[in-house]
T-cell receptor, first 113, second 114 residues
Framework: AQSVTQLGSHVSVSEGALVLLRCNYS??????LFWYVQYPNQGLQLLLK??????LVKGINGFEAEFKKSETSFHLTKPSAHMSDAAEYFC???????????FGAGTRLAVHP | SQTIHQWPATLVQPVGSPLSLECTVE??????LYWYRQAAGRGLQLLFY??????ISSEVPQNLSASRPQDRQFILSSKKLLLSDSGFYLC?????????????FGPGTRLTVL
């Protein structure tokens, strides 16, 4: 069975600091991997996805994530945090063609001035 | 381009009352459709998904039901709401023809059951 673990339910960084949100997955087959962002009282917005092309995936708003098969990880990073990055971030995994996503519990990112 | 709509945006209902939430997708045909619930502090829970008109799969036994009367319309219903039905309800769609299972979410409906 597939699963996703997001390490840290809350992460706090200073404006301009590196953002690192951790995601580890479990999958018996090569997965698709996703990061979504959710602002308060809004739906989820796709940040980026890994679909077996390049292992370093660039997304919107300056975010990127690297697929590391040996570590079963798909951590999300951004070199310099902005106040507008404060939101909840969800990592998700899909077994190819299965038409369903398995979501992590989410990480709430706070950005301080 | 594709868009997804949900209404109402917010809803306050008494315990025991019925519920109907609607989701519609524009700009695509024969999408997979999904209903999720976010309860406070509990992440995303998949409730139902549909791969075609009249085809509904339930993920979690509960007080809710779903229907897909038209290709791009997905409805979440309840005959009698419970307090535990409160939460943020999200509809999503994915492209059947695509191969990456990417889901795109609507703006959500905030349901409060009192």
């Amino acid at each position: 069975a597939q699963s996703v673990t997001q390490l840290g339910s809350h992460v706090s960084v200073s404006e301009g600091a590196l953002v690192l949100l951790r995601c580890n997955y479990s999958s018996s087959v090569p997965p698709y991997l996703f990061w979504y962002v959710q602002y308060p009282n809004q739906g989820l917005q796709l940040l980026l996805k890994y679909t077996s092309a390049a292992t370093l995936v660039k997304g919107i708003n300056g975010f990127e994530a690297e697929f590391k098969k040996s570590e079963t990880s798909f951590h999300l990073t951004k070199p310099s945090a902005h106040m507008s990055d404060a939101a909840e971030y969800f990592c998700a995994v899909s077994r190819r063609g299965y038409n369903k996503l398995i979501f992590g519990a989410g990480t709430r990112l706070a950005v301080h001035p | 381009s594709q868009t997804i709509h949900q209404w109402p945006a917010t809803l306050v209902q008494p315990v025991g009352s019925p519920l109907s939430l609607e989701c519609t997708v524009e700009g695509t045909s024969n999408p997979n459709l999904y209903w999720y619930r976010q309860a406070a502090g509990r992440g995303l829970q998949l409730l139902f998904y549909s791969v075609g008109i009249g085809q509904i799969s339930s993920e979690v036994p509960q007080n809710l039901s779903a229907s897909r009367p038209q290709d791009r319309q997905f409805i979440l219903s309840s005959k009698k709401l419970l307090l535990s039905d409160s939460g943020f309800y999200l509809c999503a769609w994915s492209d059947v023809a695509g191969s990456t299972d990417t889901q795109y979410f609507g703006p959500g409906t905030r349901l409060t059951v009192l």
